[in-house]
């Protein structure tokens, strides 16, 4: 994204459950502007909460001692939300985004929170390092066909 | 962001509504109201109506399908009614389709569950 064309917005906050809904609207309500349908808008939320859950089930197993950080960038072509932990991180990171993939079926995960991230957004990166953390890098873009002609 | 669950049985039909935000957060009081349910009354199948949800992520996924397998171990069924669009992907990306019917009313679901 290009420089001084660009807004930003930064939280950071205690990995405890009740902050994912708090997480998906404050991300929400920072990208209110922009011309995104209501449809859009929910999927940008439902894929805030997937990467927030992870990072709380997943990263710091429940520690609510951990921090979770969400970036969130926009112009006039995309929005780009990156969400991190500095938990326990992924040992296998294709095996980790099959769908159905899940190492807490106990808990009644159904592995689909990769599947529904990639589908919901344009781009999703993962970057991690065990025992150093985990970060998603995610961008939906907003005017498809002027992205082309760039 | 709080969930609402609303239950009432109709002959050995539990109806399960659901007002609100289904996540992480939530699902697990929707779990154990839901599982106390099927466990301590003669509940056959369930009706899970959606109408009212405005938010739901692969934590709901994950606990409709924890109640999905408890009641179809009981020889019962499950179907979910009145799903909005974006939830309706999540169901069709998950493959939950292929196993839980889905009808657009609770008049359509509970018809064809037998009562009329
Ligand atoms: N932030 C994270 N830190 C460590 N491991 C992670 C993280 N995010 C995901 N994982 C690993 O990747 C797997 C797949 O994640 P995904 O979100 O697709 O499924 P899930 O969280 O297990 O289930 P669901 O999202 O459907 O509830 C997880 O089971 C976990 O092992
Ligand atoms: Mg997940």
């Known amino acids: 994204m290009e420089k001084g064309k660009m807004n930003f917005m930064e939280l950071n906050f205690a990995a405890r459950s009740e902050n994912e809904g708090f997480a998906r609207i404050a991300v929400a309500a920072f990208l209110s502007r922009l011309p995104l349908n209501l449809d859009e808008m929910e999927e940008i939320k439902t894929v805030v909460s997937e990467a927030v859950t992870n990072a709380i089930i997943h990263g710091y197993e429940e520690d609510e001692q951990g921090a979770v950080m969400i970036s969130t960038f926009y112009d006039q072509y995309a929005v780009e939300i990156v969400i991190e932990d500095h938990g326990i991180g992924i040992a296998d990171v294709e095996e980790a985004r099959q769908p159905l993939f899940t190492t807490k079926p106990e808990l009644e995960r159904s592995g689909m929170g990769f599947t529904i991230m990639e589908n919901f957004m344009d781009v999703m990166e993962i970057t991690t390092e065990i025992g150093r953390g985990t970060r998603i890098r995610m961008v939906k873009n907003l005017v498809k066909n002027e992205m082309l002609c760039n | ?116």
């Open chain 2, 1 to 116: 962001m709080s969930l609402r669950v609303d239950m009432e049985a109709i002959g050995d039909i539990l109806i399960v509504r659901l007002d609100g935000e289904l996540d992480h957060h939530t699902s697990e009081v929707l779990r154990s109201q839901m599982e106390g349910q099927i466990n301590d009354t003669d509940v056959r199948h369930v009706l899970l109506s959606l109408k009212n949800l405005h938010f739901m992520d692969s934590s709901g996924l994950g606990v409709i399908l924890g109640r999905y397998k408890q009641i179809t171990a009981r020889g019962g069924d499950m179907i979910v009614c009145s799903i909005n669009p974006v939830i309706y992907r999540l169901f069709e990306l998950s493959g939950l389709f292929k196993i839980i019917k889905v009808k657009d009313s609770e008049e359509e679901a509970l018809h064809i569950l037998g009562v009329a």
